[in-house]
Each structure stands twice: as C-alpha cells, then as structure tokens.
C-alpha cells in the first residue's frame, strides 16, 4: 500500500500532533517500585514428599467417569487429612466427573495421562461460585476448590474439559463460531439456563442461597475454579475445550499461573480470569481462546458493588496470545475495579486477535480501573486495536444505571504492532468525563487500514510520545 496520505487525513494527524505535544508532560511510566513489592510477596505453595496414586484408590483408564470421579475425591481428602502431599494421576485417559481440591495437595497430572470431564450432569453436584460475575449455586466446576489454601495443579498432562458443540457448549444457545473442529457456525438450543434469570436475581438482591441452577436449568461450568483460596499453583498443565471459563480463580491470594497451554474455542471461551483476585503472577502460558485470553474481573454490577473487591497486583509476563478476543483485557465484569496491573514481555499474533490491551466496562459496573501497565509487547496481527477502552460496553444493558466507570493512569510503551485497522480506539461517555491520563509512549503501530487514533465520548489527557504510524 502506497504511504499517501489525503488532505483530511493530513489534517487531522496535524491537529493529533499538536495535541500530543501540549499533553506530554502528564505522562509518568512503568512503576518498578511496586511491581518489586508484588514479586517479592507472592511465593509458590510447597507440598508434603507424600505421594498417592489415584489407581490405588480404584481409579482406572477402563473405570465409569462416576467410579474414577469417587476414587479421585477420595485420594485428595485422604491426602489432605494425612497432612497434605501429591495426588498422582500417571499415564493413561481418565473419564470424571467434578473433582474437589483441597488443602495443602498438589494434584498432579503426569504426562501421557489426561483427564477428561464427561458431559453427565449428574456428576457436577451445586456449589456456590460466580458465574460471569454474579453470585450463583450451579453446576459444580469441573475441578473446584473452596476455602482451601496450599492447593496446586501441576504436571505435563492434559485436563480435557471435553466441551464441543454436542457437549456443553450448546448451553450457551446462539450463534458461535469456532476456529477449529472444522467449525464455522452453529446454532445452539436454548433449552437450559438462561443467563438473564440470573441477571435479574441479581438486580432485584435475591440471596445467593436461592439463586439455584444447576441441573434442569444450569449455566455451563467452569473448567478450574478456586474460591475464597490462598496460596495456589497451576503449572505446566494443558487445558482443553473447558465447558466455559478455563481457570477461574474468585477471591485467591497469591496465585502463580506458569507455563499453562489453553486451547478453548467454545463460546465464552476465556483464558485466564482472575476474579477480585490480589498478588497474582500469570507467567509463560500460551493461549487460543475463543474469547479473552486473560481477563481480569472483580464482579458483575450489583453484586460486585456490593463486595466492593478490586483485582490487584496482578503481574504477567512472557506469555504468548494467538486467537481472542483480547489477549490482556479489564472487564467487563469489573464493578470492584482493578489497581496495580502489569504486562510485558508478551507475544501476540492473530488475524482473530481482536485487540491486545483491551479495558470494557459500562454505566452498570461502575469501579474504578487504574495503574495498568504494559510493555514490551511484540504484536503481528491483531485485528482491531492494540488499545481499546471502552465505557459503552454492552449498551443494550446500559438503561442509565448510574454507576460511573473511571479509567486512568494507563500506560503502554515499547508496543510494537505490524496490522491492525486501528492503534487506539476509545469510547468515553457522553456527560461524564471519567478516562484521562491515557500515555501511549515509544510504540509503533504498522500496516493501519482505517486510523490511528479514534475517540468517541468524553475523554481528556491522552498523551503520545515518540510514536509511529504507517500505513
């Protein structure tokens, strides 16, 4: 494509210029200070040298998912009442149900063994989580821990959520299009849960204890889900095709996610969500999601406001993004807001990357979202922007509900990107100006096919420093 430009482009990047200039000095940087203090806090759980096999406990790769499932249960708690140690799942494909951690057991999947969670409903008792940020009694996730702390999932094996558009996915019921599987579309049966029910449960404070789904009316389950849990590993494991969410840990401290491969396509496919989570390192994981590689939340609308939690100190590094819709992204269930987050060193590449940094919330979440950081970050192809913010997420949900979002101290330097139709995309309110201190800093944004820069709404201090453009 010929680097011309026509004289309304030229224009407008004149007056751009102009406003980079005059807004500069507003900008700070990457602070070093407190991610030390992150790093320094957060250590990973060590475990007893005692060593259960789940065979020894009657599970077996010719075994029903309901036996393994029991012999599974029952070789972590014997485990963890004798003092803690390592649950052994070594070579062979296991079929289970809903597996419960707990305290101070490492489960181990070995490599050439894989744990494949059958699509039998009966299997996944009610347990209380979060369910896109709202407060739920469902479908037990597939691998779940409560109220645990010196708990991991580590080893070079598989956990095989087993979901496909026959299984689990279908759940969702609309339209979904998937990147593997020879998938290109398909229409779902909404013959389950629906999550709207639980919408309006939330909005109207109906208590948790009678929000009950699960089997007849059940929202998809996740596929690794620890809550209210401190001091938790997941390592080197590969996690496949998870029912939704893939690892989901709700109101965990000091978390270490490192070396994990995420392959999920299903619908609400995400990667990596921790939830009003504090002192969260997530290290040299690969993903290709059919939603957000890593998402941070702190709950949805009412019931986030109310316990009021921020996703904080949250540092991730050598990772790589392929298809997603965001590789690091804010939101949208977000209502606690988020403090103190860190990425560098990332590699994303994807024609079904939609964007790298991606912030999304709106008028129902409210939360503050501040001190995010980004660095070094080496982009292909994305497919929209490398940075979006976005207040007017979900519009149709809006209906002036009054809790303002606020954006700010935001920044992202040496972020190099080869295509995307844009290089910053953002999306204020119309009365409320409430995204500022916005540094975009020694970047450079190649190959845009539609602008560098669009602002829509309320907006104010967005500063560029040494920056590049091509087309």
């Known amino acids: ?56 406990f009657g599970a077996s790769p010719e075994a029903t998912a309901a036996k393994n499932q029991k012999a599974i249960n029952k070789a972590i708690a014997t485990c963890s009442k004798k003092g803690g140690g390592h649950v052994i799942v070594s070579d062979g494909l296991y079929m289970t149900g809903a597996i419960t951690l707990k305290s101070n057991v490492n489960l181990v999947v070995e490599k050439g063994a894989t744990l494949r969670f059958a699509f039998d409903r009966d299997l996944y008792p009610n347990v209380e989580t979060r369910w896109e940020g709202l407060n739920i009694i469902n479908y037990q996730p597939c691998i779940y821990a409560v109220d645990a702390e010196n708990i991991g999932l580590t080893g070079k094996g598989i956990i095989d959520g087993y979901g496909s558009n026959e299984r689990w996915w279908y759940m969702k019921g609309n339209l979904h299009h998937g990147y593997h599987e020879g998938v290109d579309e398909w229409q779902g049966k909404d013959a389950v849960g629906n999550r709207a029910d639980l919408l309006k449960m939330a909005d109207n404070r109906v208590p948790t204890n009678q929000r009950i789904f699960g089997k007849g009316k059940g929202l998809r389950p996740q596929l690794v889900n620890f809550v209210r849990c401190q001091n938790a590993i997941i390592e080197g494991v590969e996690l496949r095709d998870s029912p939704f969410w893939v690892i989901h840990p709700l109101f965990v401290r000091n978390l270490i996610v490192r070396g994990v491969t995420i392959y999920n396509d299903g619908p609400n496919g995400d990667g990596c969500d921790p939830e009003s989570c504090e002192d969260v390192l997530i290290e040299d994981c690969t993903f290709h999601t059919g939603d957000d590689c890593i998402a941070l939340k702190s709950g949805r609308n009412a019931d986030g406001l109310a316990a009021n939690t921020p996703c904080k100190n949250v540092i991730i590094r050598g990772c790589k993004m392929a298809d997603g819709h965001g590789g690091v992204v804010i939101g949208s269930e977000i209502s606690g807001g988020c403090d103190n987050i860190f990425a560098e060193n990332c590699e994303m590449d994807s024609p079904n990357l939609d964007r790298v940094l991606r912030i999304k919330t709106n008028t129902c979440r409210g939360g503050i979202n501040q001190n995010i950081f980004m660095r070094n970050i080496k982009v292909g192809e994305c497919k929209e922007a490398v940075m979006r913010i976005n207040l007017m997420y979900e519009p149709a949900e809006i209906a002036e509900r009054g809790h303002i979002p606020t954006v700010r101290n935001v920044y992202m330097e040496n972020v190099t990107c080869q295509k995307s139709q844009y290089a910053v995309r953002i999306n204020g309110l119309e009365d409320e100006d409430q995204i500022y201190n916005i540094n975009i800093k020694n970047c450079e944004f190649n190959n845009l096919s539609k602008a560098p820069v669009e602002r829509t709404g309320k907006s104010h201090d967005i500063n560029f420093e040494n920056v590049k453009f091509g087309w």
Not at 13 to 21: D, I, N, P, S, V
Not at 22 to 48: D, H, L, M
């Open 1 to 56: 494509m010929k680097k011309t430009l026509s004289n309304s482009l030229r224009l407008f990047m004149a007056m751009f210029a102009m406003l980079t200039l005059s807004q500069v000095a507003n900008a700070e940087g990457w602070n070093q200070e407190v991610y030390n203090g992150i790093i320094s806090r957060i250590k990973a759980p060590t475990f007893n040298a005692k060593y259960y096999n789940i065979k020894d």
